[in-house]
């Protein structure tokens, strides 16, 4: 069946360290990958998309790699603060077409410490 | 421009009642996903509906239904609730084309089921 795997543990880091997650699937073949986060009590806010052609994609601190060999997605937040501490989830398209479905991993929640 | 909106945002309810959830997306957005997130997992697609049409079902009983009316704001009905239905509902809305790719989530209802 497919499925979709977040670190299950908190991640607690310092200020200023660099956080990576990491993100597998298996059973998938999808057309890409985005990443979300989410804080206590609100919605998740996208933050980036990386297809499946696309081996790596930054926005400012976030960088995001996609190898569709490994089955495999790693997020970096460089750089890291105190306000970058949330839940961070990864999301893949179902493989249908235009259906729009997402599944979610289970997220993995990240502490920054000043 | 607004985000998506949800209301209500809390609401509680005892097993066997019914309710009725609303979700007005963002402007100019014609799809609508609605998803179920129990705490500490990440969200589980409900439905998807493109210019009043449902586009995408996931697993969940025939108790959960949606519409979505023709200024593209949705309704999600769940009948017979189950204290397992206690979750945060989030409505999220997608680009004009109605594909893939980013969705934007409201602040979810929060639903407790007693």
């Known amino acids: 069946s497919q499925k979709i795997e977040q670190n299950s543990e908190a991640l607690n880091i310092q200020e200023g360290k660099t956080a990576t997650l990491t993100c597998n699937y298996t059973n998938y073949s999808p057309a890409y990958l985005q990443w979300y986060r989410q804080d206590p009590g609100r919605g998740p806010v996208f933050l980036l998309l990386?297809?499946?052609?696309?081996k790596e994609k930054r926005k400012e601190r976030l960088k995001v790699t996609f190898d569709t060999t490994l089955k495999q997605s790693l997020f970096h937040i460089t750089a890291s603060q105190p306000a970058d501490s949330a839940t961070y989830l990864c999301?893949?398209?179902?493989?249908?077409?235009?259906?729009?479905?997402?599944?979610f991993g289970q997220g993995t929640t990240l502490q920054v410490k000043p | 421009d607004a985000g998506v909106t949800q209301s209500p945002t809390h609401l509680i309810k005892t097993r066997g009642q019914q309710v009725t959830l609303r979700c007005s997306p963002i402007s100019g957005h014609k799809s609508v996903s609605w998803y179920q997130q129990v705490l500490g997992q990440g969200p589980q697609f409900i439905f998807q509906y493109y210019e009043k049409e449902e586009r995408g079902r996931g697993n969940f009983p025939d108790r959960f239904s949606a519409r979505q009316f023709p200024n593209y704001s949705s309704e999600l009905n769940v009948n017979a609730l189950l204290l397992g239905d206690s979750a945060l509902y989030l409505c999220a809305s997608s680009s004009p084309s109605g594909g893939e790719e980013t969705q934007y989530f409201g602040p979810g209802t929060r639903l407790l089921v007693l």
């Open positions: 999301a893949l398209d179902s493989g249908s077409s235009n259906t729009g479905k997402l599944i």
């Open positions: 990386i297809r499946e052609n696309e």
